[in-house]
């Protein structure tokens, strides 16, 4: 089975334990635009956009998707970052009309995949399933919003209070579903995982996402002067790639050149469309084109363009 095909028609996740915060207040869209790499002051209506909420020195201690949504602004993450985003937002939020809540386990999030979602959501939802990648509806206390989040057709469904309609995704085939399916999904897409793939050691740029992530025409943010001499620059030292195994890789294992070390791997999960085992690793510069095989200590490395399903 080739990357293109479909591996599923429609499957459930449930992402509840996601970080969900919430900003409000009259400052609420120029506070996270000031404190973000991507334009939030620009987005249209019903857009959202992904972000990365750098340090001054421009790393990333966060990664998130933010969706405006009326008199707020929602950011939506991997699990367990309020607790370093929160301080670090409230450190900031002194002289500004904002307030911060962490809504993680006041809400709930389901992830719909496959080439039947998209009609199962208009059908039980009642509601125009978004096309465009992080656009969203908002209706009543639920929202829903499309995500390149995996290789898959697939659309994220907030609920910010208990609804009944919950309990239609209970119909969602769910037993074949694990956490080992959703990474190979994340993995196909080349989409990384905040905590494991990136973490507050890396650049910014070392995520290899400035097209989805960063705006570098917005003007000055937190960290700004760190990406745009990296931007001047041209380059990194090292960033995140797919690469490709023969066999199953150890999981954060070091591959090396002449006892140089060239890239750790920092994902991994065998991909039943690709028929291998697959991961992502930060790749050091040199060694980061694409389509080449690099035969280190450990064994041949594909290095592969991400998303691996383009």
Known sequence: MSSTESRCDLLCFDLSDRTRL?????????????????DIKKLPPQQGCEIFVPTLQGKILGHFFALPIGDSILLS????????LLPHFQKYAVIEDVELVDRTDATSELLVIGQQAESWLAENLSITPPQGNLQFVAQD??????????AEPAWSVIFLSDSPLKEKF???????VTDAALDAL????????????????????????????ISFTKGCYLGQETIARIDALGHVNRRLLGVQFPSQPDADAVYEIDGKPVLTVT??????????????AMVRRGFDKPGETLETSSGPVDVVALPYSA
């Not at 207040?25 to 000031?34: I, M």
């Not at 206390?141 to 995996?150: G, I, K, P, Q, S």
């Not at 994340?186 to 992530?213: H, K, M, W």
């Open 77 to 84: 993450g991997v699990p367990g970052q309020a607790e370093t």
């Open 141 to 150: 206390d639920m929202l829903v919003y499309r995500t390149n989040f995996v």
């Open 186 to 213: 994340r993995i196909e897409a080349g989409f990384p995982y905040y905590g494991r793939d990136l973490t507050v050691d890396n650049l910014c740029q070392e995520a290899a996402r400035d097209a989805s992530a």
């Open 170 to 176: 209970d119909a969602i085939e769910r037993t074949a």
């Open 267 to 280: 994902s991994t999960a065998y991909s039943p469309a690709l028929d291998r085992w697959i991961g992502l």
């Open 22 to 38: 919430q900003l409000t207040g009259a400052d609420r869209v120029k506070f996270l635009h000031n404190l973000s790499t991507n």
